[in-house]
């Protein structure tokens, strides 16, 4: 009997990279939180393809999980936390493919969304000519890993299955000329994704993160997104406005109001886990 492998598929934007810095841990967490942020989780393996770092397989779920140049965390963190303190005794893999400042309208269009001109991958920068068409470049890179992570269970002799797919984007999208058509891209990727690892799926759910207030068009973006999670089966949608996370305190110096704080990137996965169930 193949054993099983539990996977969490974790997607979009520079929220979904994770930009809570690590040095502000201390003044929302005891040291043992952090020392268990900071040494990884045992039973949380992560492959992740993160802004401008991959991991290249699988490897402790832990802070540094999401871009090259900074100290800081992903909401990986907080999915890792969650999970491993509601089931102690199981073993998750994370499949993390992010991208800062990236849209629905091109870098994440599926191929039943519209066709666009575009890389073939996110560093490939052949057939950049007007006769190669492609979906996204970002979509590109999702199937890329998460193909390369479904073939190394199998191969290994694991019985792979995707239990959720976690979506942290539209911050890009949260314009006048783009949100209006971000139901129609936002419902096929999640048709096209479904039609492509359907065969994985295990009672997936798709748990959807509204946008924060800064944005200029983030009620119609989060009403689409609610809206979706209503009126669809095994959908949920989290009000990050009403959870209380906030973009306005850290770096202290500067606040980065585009990007969470340290403990609300951390709450955010929080908030993902709660909706995973075995």
């Known amino acids: 009997m193949s054993k099983k492998a539990k996977i969490i598929v974790l997607a979009g ?72 303190e509601k089931y102690p005794n199981e073993k998750f893999y994370i499949v993390k493919c992010a991208f800062g400042g990236t849209n629905l309208f091109h870098d994440w269009l599926t191929p039943s969304g519209g066709e666009t001109y575009g890389k073939a991958s996110h560093n490939n920068e052949e057939n950049q000519n007007e006769n190669y068409r492609t979906a996204g470049w970002c979509w590109n890179e999702l199937t890329a890993i998460t193909d390369e992570s479904l073939s190394f269970f199998v191969n290994n002799g694991f019985d792979p299955e995707i239990i959720a797919f976690c979506w942290m984007q539209g911050e890009s999208d949260a ?27 295990n009672n997936c759910v798709f748990v959807d993160a509204g946008i924060s207030e800064i ?39 500067e ?21 995973i169930n075995l």
Do not use: M
């Open 255 to 275: 606040p980065d109001i585009a990007h969470y704080d340290c403990d609300c990137t951390v709450k955010l996965g929080n908030l993902f886990a709660e909706k």
């Open 215 to 253: 944005w200029q068009e983030y009620k119609a973006i989060n009403e689409i997104k609610e809206s979706h999670a209503k009126q669809t089966e095994n959908s949920f949608y989290i009000d990050t406005i009403g959870s209380g996370l906030t973009t306005l305190n850290e770096p202290e110096e």
């Open 13 to 84: 934007q520079s929220n979904a990279v994770g930009v809570g810095h690590v040095q502000y841990l201390p003044k929302h967490f005891d040291q043992s939180t952090i020392d268990r942020f900071t040494n990884g989780f045992d039973n949380i393996l992560i492959n992740f393809n993160s802004h401008d770092i991959k991991s290249n397989g699988f490897v402790k779920t832990t802070v540094g999980c999401t871009e090259r140049s900074k100290r800081t965390l992903g909401p990986e963190v907080g999915i890792a936390q969650t999970l491993s």
């Open 175 to 201: 314009d006048k000329e783009h949100c209006t058509g971000y139901g129609a891209r936002y419902k096929a990727l999640l048709s096209d994704f479904s039609q492509r690892y359907g065969k994985y799926y």
